[in-house]
Structures are given as C-alpha cells and as structure tokens.
C-alpha cells in the first residue's frame, strides 16, 4: 500500500525554524516527484514546493522562496521541508504529496494526513 | 501566474440530486485539470485527472469535463458520503493553482 507519513510539525516563534519530513513507503520513492501543499486554518489548499524524482530540479512559491528548501533522500525513501524566517502566515497543515510522474507534473495522486505548524509568540 | 475560479462556492442537495460545480481558468491550460474532494480534517482525494479521467476506485457517479479554461465537475446522484469541498486544480504551469472551493453539504 502507498503510504506518506508526515513529521515534524509543531508550535513554532516568529523567526524561527522547523524541519518537515515524509516518509514513504509502497513505491519506489525515486521514481516520482514530490510536492508540499499546505491548508492553512479554514482555507483553501495552496502549493509550497515540489522536487524531481532525482532531487535535481526544485521549484517554489513566491511565498516561500528564499525561506524554505525543499530536499530528498532517496536511500531513506524520505522528502523534507527546511523551513526558516517563519512568519504567522506560514501557519497551515501541510501535506507531503506524490507526483504521478518522475518529473514535476503537479498532478498528485497520493496525500499523508498531514502535519500542523503553528508560528504564534 | 494562472488564476481559478469555482462557482458556486457552496450548494446544498438532496440526496439522489444531480451536482454541478464550475472552474474556470484565467487561460487556457488545455485539459491540465484536476478535481479533488476533501472531507473535514482529512487530505484531499484525487477524483478526476486530465479534466475527465477518473481516478483508480472512483465510484462512477463522478465526472468531469472541459478544456480550455472552462470546465465542469459533476456527481450525478449525490450520495450522504459526498458531502466534502471540491477543488479544481490547474497543473500546466508552475505555480500549480487551486480553485477557492466548493462545499457541498445535504439539503
């Protein structure tokens, strides 16, 4: 069964910094790219990064760009979120989903449940 | 950046009712769309690819359609199990873009 396992959220300073992990399982994690998408409280979904299946190629929100870095490690079969400078507007689930394809498609056929990140002093 | 619109933002149904929710894309994305339902507290599910193809163990009252920039979501007869928001999602360009939503609950 394909699984995404999402970690690492928690309650966060403005300023400060929090890694997310997705752990992957059912799949062979290299074959496909990755993406972060976050909900923030009561809103609609907004895409934050995506990754190639390689980790070659990145791509970023205007949001986010500069603060977070999105990474994989493909012999751990894991996808992470590097995120500094939080603001309160960073607040938000965020999802770890899989691409349906090797390269940055953003068609995402597979969600984790999910991680919350709250920046709140 | 491509922006998506959805109309309405929310409908109420009765059960066995025939659905209809709206996209539209702010240029054309070809057939670049996809449909997504999400429950309360739950991720979002793909239902719909490529405007019109249904997702692997999709129950078949639900469909999609369009190109372009105009394209239509449809559940033909609303089930209790349904009542979730909609999302329509452009994937031709980077940024990738989600419509605001549209909730449908039970009349």
């Given amino acids: ?121 | 950046d491509i922006q998506m619109t959805q109309s309405p933002s929310s409908l109420s149904a009765s059960v066995g009712d025939r659905v209809t929710i709206t996209c539209q894309a702010s240029q054309d994305i070809s057939n670049y769309l996809n449909w997504y339902q999400q429950k309360p507290g739950k991720a979002p599910k793909l239902l719909i690819y490529d405007a019109s193809n249904l997702e692997t163990g999709v129950p078949s009252r639900f469909s999609g359609s369009g190109s372009g920039t105009d394209f239509t979501f449809t559940i033909s007869s609303l089930q209790p199990e349904d009542i979730a928001t909609y999302y329509c999602q452009q994937y031709d360009n980077l940024p990738p873009a989600f419509g605001p939503g549209t909730k449908v609950d039970i009349k």
Avoid: H
């Fill in chain 1, 1 to 121: 069964e394909v699984q995404l396992l999402e970690s690492g959220g928690g309650l966060v300073q403005p300023g400060g910094s929090l890694r997310l992990s997705c752990a992957a399982s059912g799949f062979t994690f290299s074959s496909y790219a990755m993406s972060w998408v976050r909900q923030a409280p009561g809103k609609g979904l907004e895409w934050v990064s995506a990754i190639s299946g390689s980790g070659g190629s990145t791509y970023y929100a205007d949001s986010v760009k500069g603060r977070f870095t999105i990474s994989r490690d493909n012999s751990k079969n894991t996808l992470y979120l590097q995120m500094n400078s939080l603001r309160a507007e960073d607040t938000a689930v965020y999802y770890c989903a899989k691409d349906r394809s090797y390269t940055v498609t953003s068609s995402w056929g597979v969600w984790g449940k999910g991680t919350t990140v709250t920046v709140s002093s």
